[in-house]
């Protein structure tokens, strides 16, 4: 089974080594000047925090990565316009864009994946969230009810497909409709973004076993994991459906253990966390840098570690990694220099990663 | 205050000249959107798409002196959000006008795409607001809202897209959308709000566009006619206590001399067959009022391209050639630019021009055309050199 590594635009800021404050690299939204008087600084309101968004797609691709995901966070840049924005800095990366089903009609988001795929290349792929509380989806226009969310992303799914492979297509639902859509000549045929869904209920598993091409579990210990995806697997198998499985999860890796419980302690003092730690195993914390990456479960330790968790992880059923650390950029080097090889070594000896 | 000029980006292929459907550019079939067909820059193979030929026009556009483009979005085009996006770093002053429907996307979502857009760009983003024709077209997005109702929704949804820039938190309860503590966050809620070009010709249009246009957007109608139009709109607007301007989209062949700039339309009328002809004129089934108000001046008979010519230097049977509106402007470029001074006088102040191919076309207009406009200026215009 080919792994995918794919790691993380922070959509609406990053920490820096030895400092956890989220911030957005390179904001020019005022003039301020970050420097003392005493020193030239060149910049003037040139440049903002896209263009370190950017460098990040860039480091993705060069480091080695499959892919990269846009998450979608209320306070953040907005993940269509950032996927488009990155799309020919890199030029191989699968482009992983997360957004809800309030988004808006889902023809016209069919319509808009289908210029992506066509500039791209079909690399385009579609995270579609459950969303916030009531209240929180309130402030982004969305007031359909909390029972039924997953009807939507159902619906909204179905008819994207139906339009994107079918020509005429029509469909009658609750919240979407079309009456003989589809596209044809050059917009037909484009590749369908697949579809990363996620969540642990059951309402979240009956979706994914009938929707999902590739469910998203936080990652837990290796057992509690299993159980899990066996519990997927027993729906999508009666849904007569192949659901492939995918790990989210942060990471601190460095050369030594000690260097990196070192950098986790100091990550958890500066951001004030109190208390013990939310230990689910010895390496692997939960909440700790939730805020600025979005994963709820980090894990911690030296490459060969990390490696190695990575390892158990896709020998449980793990095919698509989706992988963040703070400071993106940099962390997107270091796992792909230091991590990944390990990993891929063990899978493919001798081999060289395919181009 | 100077006029604006853009050009306009061809996101549903087109032919390398006016003479002709082929040779083309980009991978639609000439004439039929259901095959797809490899023209220039339509293959995929090389690893060059249809984004890159897209990317030279928009230099050349930028290059050449024009403001950006019009993007335009139907169900056979690519998309504009998406083409915008991508080119933010290959364009440096290209202002990206981006058509769509408010129906289609959750306005808060477009506020956020918008604002991301510009800080992307450095505030390069701007919309034509446009409501759609009706009819199976408007079905095959999934949109069955009515005419006025689709206008009534375009207000809403201008409303909340105001509401929520500057960060709110603003509460909105209407027909079609509502919003609850809605707002940009910082920076996004620092950007520069997109001026709004507004297209649409019914009663239910202007009342949209009073409230919330900066351009009151038209084809190019009979002079007259559409001197009254925007007369009509300027008072309307007025009376909401607001200034609204008025901009003409209008396709040109312009060329050093009058006689082969009409050369290219007429070697491009007698390449079509008769059933085209014929059909001409005869309504899409759909409810516009501005498609309504350009094939009113169909004659009975059509045998020469001379037949489809009511005012000096214009022709109303662009249609025919490639799609989408009947008029156009046919000239020198001393007669073209004479044409748009012209439509300055009676109320335009900006314009979205276009010719075929794009690409050259966007060179030769900014090039020799215009200089020669006068615009608001007295002054008289630069004569090209040489």
Not at chain 1, 9 to 31: F, I, M, V
């Amino acid at each position: 089974m080919a792994l995918e590594f794919i790691w993380q635009l922070p959509t609406s800021g990053d920490s820096r080594y030895g400092n956890a404050d989220k911030h957005r690299r390179g904001e020019r939204a005022s003039a301020d000047h970050p420097y003392s008087p005493g020193v030239t600084d060149p910049r003037g309101t040139s440049f903002n925090y896209l263009d370190h968004l950017h460098e990040i797609a860039k480091a993705t691709e060069l480091a080695g990565f499959e892919g990269i995901r846009i998450p979608e966070d209320a306070q953040g840049d907005e993940p269509w316009i950032l996927a488009g924005y990155i799309a020919r800095g890199a030029r191989h990366l699968k482009i992983l864009t997360e957004f809800e089903a309030s988004w808006g009609s889902a023809v016209y988001a069919a319509k808009n994946a289908v210029s992506f795929q066509r500039f791209t290349g079909g690399r385009l792929a579609w995270q579609i969230k459950t969303g916030g509380d009531t209240q929180q989806r309130r402030t982004q226009g969305d007031f359909v009810q909390e029972q039924d969310i997953h009807l939507r992303i159902e619906e909204f799914v179905t008819v994207a497909r139906g339009v994107l492979t079918q020509s005429p297509y029509s469909f009658k639902g609750r919240f979407f409709e079309v009456l003989n859509g589809g596209f044809q000549g050059p917009l037909g045929g484009q590749v369908v973004p697949p579809v990363y869904l996620s969540g642990v209920t059951e309402a979240d598993l009956a979706l994914s076993a009938n929707v999902a091409d590739v469910h998203v579990f936080d990652a837990v210990p290796v057992a509690t994991l299993k159980q899990q995806i066996a519990n997927l697997k027993s729906n999508a198998d009666e849904a007569k459906r192949k659901v492939s499985i995918g790990l989210r999860l942060d990471l601190i890796a460095r050369e030594t253990e000690n260097e990196a419980f070192r950098d986790a302690t100091r990550y958890r003092n500066q951001t004030r966390q109190t208390g013990s730690v939310d230990a689910l195993e010895e390496h692997l914390w939960g909440g700790l840098t939730t805020h600025v990456t979005g994963a709820n479960v980090t894990l911690i330790g030296s490459y060969q570690q990390v490696s190695a968790a990575l390892i158990a992880y896709a020998e449980a059923g793990v095919s698509s990694f989706l992988l963040s650390a703070t400071p993106h950029f940099e962390e997107a080097y270091r796992i792909g220099e230091h991590v990944l090889p390990l990993v891929r070594e063990h899978f493919q000896p001798q081999q060289q990663r395919a181009a | 205050m100077t006029i604006d000029i853009f050009w306009r980006i061809p996101t549903h292929g087109e032919p390398s000249s006016h003479r002709s459907k082929t040779p083309h550019r980009g991978d639609w079939f000439p004439g039929n959107d259901r095959l797809r067909e490899r023209g220039l820059v339509g293959s995929g193979e090389d690893g060059f798409n249809y984004i890159d030929y897209l990317s030279e026009i928009a230099r050349a556009a930028e290059i050449s002196g024009f403001q950006g483009g019009l993007i335009p979005s139907f169900p056979m085009t690519d998309e504009p959000w998406i083409i915008s996006a991508a080119l933010a770093r290959e364009t440096e002053t290209f202002r990206f006008m981006i058509p769509f429907q408010p129906g289609f996307l959750n306005p808060v979502t477009a506020a956020r795409m918008t604002a991301s857009l510009q800080r992307a760009t450095g505030g390069r983003a701007l919309y034509n607001v446009i409501t759609g024709g009706g009819g199976p077209a408007q079905l095959w997005w999934g949109d069955s809202t009515g005419h006025d109702d689709r206008y009534g929704r375009t207000t809403e949804f201008l409303d909340i897209l105001q509401g929520v820039w500057k960060g709110g938190p603003f509460s909105y309860q209407g027909k079609f959308y509502q919003v609850e503590n809605a707002g940009l966050a910082d920076p996004l809620s620092r950007e520069e709000y997109p001026e709004i070009y507004f297209s649409g010709s019914s009663d239910a249009a202007l009342a949209s566009a009073s409230k919330h246009a900066d351009y009151y957007l038209s084809w190019l109608e009979p002079f007259e006619q559409l001197r009254q139009k925007f007369d009509r709109v300027k008072e309307k607007t007025h009376l909401l206590g607001r200034k609204i301007k008025c901009a003409v989209r209008v396709d040109i062949v312009a060329r050093p001399t009058e006689e082969e700039a009409w050369d290219e339309v007429r070697l491009g009328f007698e390449g079509l067959s008769k059933e085209a002809i014929e059909s001409f004129g005869r309504g899409d089934g759909g409810d516009s009022a501005g498609a309504a108000r350009q094939w009113g001046n169909r004659p009975a008979t059509i045998n020469s391209y001379k037949d489809l010519i009511f005012e000096p230097n214009v022709w109303s049977g662009f249609n025919l050639l490639r799609g989408g509106q009947t008029n156009g402007i046919v000239g020198s470029y001393e007669q073209v630019a004479e044409r748009l001074d012209q439509l300055v006088q009676l109320g335009a102040d900006a314009f979205i021009l276009a010719s075929t191919p794009h690409l050259e076309e966007a060179y030769r207009v900014g090039e020799e055309v215009l200089p020669l406009v006068r615009g608001t200026s007295s002054a008289p215009a630069l004569r090209a050199v040489g």
